[in-house]
């Protein structure tokens, strides 16, 4: 039984790592980290949880932690890991970081978009981004994991087959991107409040989300080439859920008939099938159905799909998630589940909600 | 394997058993009854079990389906499963109804208060009423078991210890209900639709809902006498979720030193605990949390909770549950374990979403 | 031109305040009082006022304010009118009070349920009742007026005319409320939070909410007796509305054929429409129609309607109304138009916005 | 006073229309146009004008209702007017299409994106694109407006500066939009059930979305060269709004000093202010605030804001806008003014709600 550490269990990504691991047949939850609530009991704070989970939250304490359980998930502000990561906690245990920490290779970028300084660079070079689908020969060996943000697994994916087989310009990506309010945290502001966002629909982050440079970086390594695109978030009347929808170009290309010609869609919808045809947790759609949030909502699955517009010589990519699951808290046991050499859905057999 | 047909698989109630199923380890869905998509891949009208169900749906049989599987989900409009049910299907198979056909004993009290005549009233007698935690034995000999309303529920598992107890003046008892839109179905009419439903709440049945009497009827057998009340339900623009709150005086009775009066909120509250200490599926909250639809979405719960209130001598009666899954398909898989010897709880074991 | 002062003019009622006043013909508001964003431009804090709203929000003061406008309407927590109100500024200015401070005639009753001192007690008897249909003459002639509260305005309307006229025995009362979010007001918690209320419905203040000695003491008026009963409000996941259902039992009372009896369906409404009739912003809705929030939206509307379930010989009460506008800042703004002998509809003939 | 006619009246779009003119200080509506309801209380289909609109529903007759109003309000579907428009009509009145038959000037293009054939090609020469900003000078001579498309009323004006001032490189255009679901109409569909749209997003005719071509012809109007591009709209869980992001590669112009270079920040935002800044009913946003479809629910405005990103060399335009006031009935109304030479603003000086 793997002995799991919860550093900020009580937002809405730890609560959903409650839930998860809760089915993890090989797993079992030994603290409840939450500087916001010691001592209180787990579940006053999630009362779904009552009579499921008896503990109490207990203050955070990373070093002494590591030494009591086989991996810790840190599911805590940007900064925070990197402060208090050291060579020992390493050796005592694995650690899944679901902050950005560890993402990103390049310490000025990090420190560009975060706008705080990182504590621990010594450690970048060793952390593996855990996109489970692309590195997950690299996560099985790694002791620390960079979890992937929820708009980067969802872009990323979405984008994938077509970046790395060279059907698209990589100048002419664009993401525009809309998210349930869960990605925005449990923190109390004003602009989370119900009344404020109910009813409503707005872009944020404009040519400036943090998650940029983490897709730009990944996409780079898809296309074997430096990626800059535009990235728009925007917040939707929603809980859950994030949906992607991308543009780009697309590139000549030798066809199979050796004649030169933009890729058509048996060659586009191919690209996405050689990735993911054997991937449980990406779905792609029969042709013609757009991916929707709802239909993959509780779930580890990504749905995408894509659609050539033959008029623009474009192709319109399209990815849904659910920004807890895939897009946290379900990647994240995926990427436990791979360090410890388990089956790598165990615990993640989850069928979407609906309605 | 317990081979499992369901006749009117593509509503909402259906397409909560096949999810509900899918984790089930002693059952399996052979036929995905629909009239509406004969002939359509399942996953076609319910997108979210792309690749987990690959069947497609059939017309129902009835009696041909009786031959083939060991139990039967009737999923259907009032008066269906009472227009084509006979000896051979019951000595084929059991069946799980989830329609209302054979909930209330008394066959012109159905009639009137659904408006239609009765088909098959020789089965009533040895219809078993599903609410689990009342009937668990009974429902175990059973080969019909009628599946209760979700409104009953959810009114009858707040109300139950207080009625059974005699604790409450059950001539003063009211209840008003709440329920998500999946309550009404799937069906395309203008008052379901997203804008008639969404920033609206109303009441509606008003002193007539067809609950009624199948609440009052299992309140007759807890409180040894005839009951009537009003009961109100009200449409709520969320999806899943029936609250209930229901008032009553408080009876006058022998108090545990002997004395006459009022019972006083321990009293309360050990009527809750006796009848539900050893109950999985029902939780007592502790003292002062109301019970709140969104922390038992998509389990099997019931979340139920009292309040007394000395100024007025009334108890305020408070019941959450999933209409969806305690409600309706949650309970009916429960049923079906106690119909096969199965644990109880085999497919259930499911932790609330939140948020 | 009356001149206006708001204290408390970024809250939700302060917002509709300000929405309401830029309609009103004779009105116009000199002081946008906020303690929260002083010197910050209005619009910038509701950016629907963009250009519409110049002014800037400034700091609270009463006293100074008093010399400078004819009216202030105070949207602001329990306990800050009574703690600066004093004789200088009501010879100065009118007064509409939006909080709970002169809406109790009994200092004990009001210090018991709000948990606060009345530090200005000197004034709740001159203090008038501000529900208009109730009040009228009374708030012509009134220095200060306590605008009713949400819960209060829908529930006595709703209630008044079967209490009035003796037709409902008064111990039988029942309230049972239903408010959307904006009714919890601006402030940052996490309880209100859009993720916490979406997709959930709760009780609250269960026989404890502080409205209920306020209804309780204008049915007193209504019924001429003492009334005790029971007020439950649930918060639904909506912006804004109130729905109000109402339970009593019918009272034997005289027919008009001389006979003894309970009164029946003809007899309710005649007591309803000769309350109502002439009433602009209360609509008795035609038989059988139930009130529904989304129909009052925008509007200072009470929709109400009645319904005499015969076999429980219980009359169920109905009202829906927008908790901002007739719950709070289109009553006052009604009662600003009595107390300056202006058109009592003059800036409220808001049609209801649908969807 | 003018009197109104409304073909399609218990729509949305045509329910809003009544909302409006029932504020209009100088149009009554005489017909009450409505298939569906024939016979019935309009307030009885819309229950918010309950004892405000008094009328019946009558059937469609338009050359019989050409002979009695001033104007006629036509939203009614694809098809309707084209097949029943003559010279007689339009001689005794004045029409104001809210359907797609006349927008579209190249007959062909309207035929294939709508999939039906034109029955009055005669009358689209003189038909004005009722997109108030642009045309308002033809719009005050016309007999027959084209009222705009939601999403083309929203996408144009957003664009429509750097389109004009030659900033952007057209070929780069992509529009991503978000709509509330009241765009979708009163139609009963299970698509549009509220478990159904409620909890998700989507998009939808990607790559063939109706629409598209009637942005495209206006766009070209703007730039002087034909624009094709990519509009892809999503459906909301909301029942009003209408969000558009747009995004373009900066052209390089010859800037203020004479260099050529790419424009900047200033340069783009003058192009606004260019053609804003007397304009009522499209605001230009503060330079760092994003529209949102709250603050402008209800009401006639248009918000719009743009960002420079240097890092892509690209410019997000972004537009929120009420589908169903400035999208549909409120343009409208806006038209009706023009062409009847009244205050364009008169019935529109409307406050957006919030929340």
Redesign the interface.
Same mark, same amino acid.
Request: with cysteine; hydrophobic share 35%; proline share 6%.
């Given at each position: 039984m793997i002995q799991v550490g919860i550093i900020g269990a009580t937002g809405?990504a730890g609560?959903e790592l409650v839930?998860l691991l809760?089915?993890h047949k090989e797993a079992e939850i030994k603290w409840y980290g939450s500087r916001s609530y010691v001592d209180q009991k787990y579940a006053?704070v999630?009362?779904? !949880?009552?009579?499921?989970v008896e503990d109490v939250c207990r203050d955070d304490n990373l070093k002494q932690l590591a030494k009591e359980v086989d991996v810790i998930f840190t599911a805590t502000p940007q900064g925070f890991l990197a402060g208090v990561l050291d060579e020992e906690i390493l050796s005592n245990t694995k650690v899944i970081d679901l902050s950005a920490d560890f993402r990103i290779k390049d310490v000025a970028t990090y420190e560009k978009w975060y706008g705080i300084e990182h504590k621990s660079p010594q450690f970048i070079p060793e952390a593996v981004y855990g996109l489970c689908e692309r590195n997950r020969e690299a996560i099985k060996q790694a002791r620390l994991v960079a979890n992937p943000g929820c708009y980067p697994t969802c872009s990323i994916t979405s984008i994938f087959p077509l970046a790395a087989e060279g059907l698209i310009d990589m100048n002419?990506l664009?993401i525009?991107a809309?998210s349930?309010?869960?990605g925005a945290g449990?923190?109390?502001? $004003?602009a989370? *409040?119900?009344?404020?966002?109910?009813?409503?629909?707005?872009?944020?982050g $404009?040519?400036s989300h943090r998650h940029t440079p983490e897709i730009e970086e990944q996409l780079s390594y898809a296309a074997g080439c430096p990626v800059? *695109?535009?990235f728009?978030p925007?917040l939707?009347? !929603?809980?859950?859920?994030i *949906?992607v929808?991308a543009?780009a170009s697309l590139k000549e290309v030798k066809k199979p008939d050796g004649s030169l010609g933009l890729p058509d869609a048996a060659m586009i919808r191919a690209a996405y099938d050689k990735y993911y045809q054997d991937e449980k947790f990406v779905?792609v759609?029969?042709e013609g =159905?757009?991916?929707?949030?709802?239909?993959?909502?509780?779930?580890n699955f990504v749905?995408v799909n894509v659609? $050539?517009?033959p008029?623009?010589k474009?192709v319109?990519m399209?990815g849904?998630m659910d920004n807890l699951v895939k897009g946290a808290a379900g990647q994240a046991v995926q990427n436990m589940n791979l360090m410890f050499g388990l089956e790598e859905s165990e615990g993640l057999?989850l =069928?979407? !909600?609906?309605?």
């Open positions: 809405y609560g839930r809760y089915g006053s999630y009362q779904n !949880m009552f009579q499921i002419t664009i525009d809309k349930g309010t869960s449990r923190s109390a502001k $004003v989370n *409040l119900y009344c404020e966002v109910n009813e409503n629909i707005k872009a944020y $404009v040519a800059v *695109l535009n728009t925007h939707v009347p !929603m809980n859950r859920g *949906l929808t543009y779905r759609l029969p =159905v757009c991916p929707e949030t709802k239909w993959v909502e509780g779930s749905d659609k $050539v517009d008029r623009t474009r319109i399209m849904a057999d =069928v979407p !909600m609906f309605p």
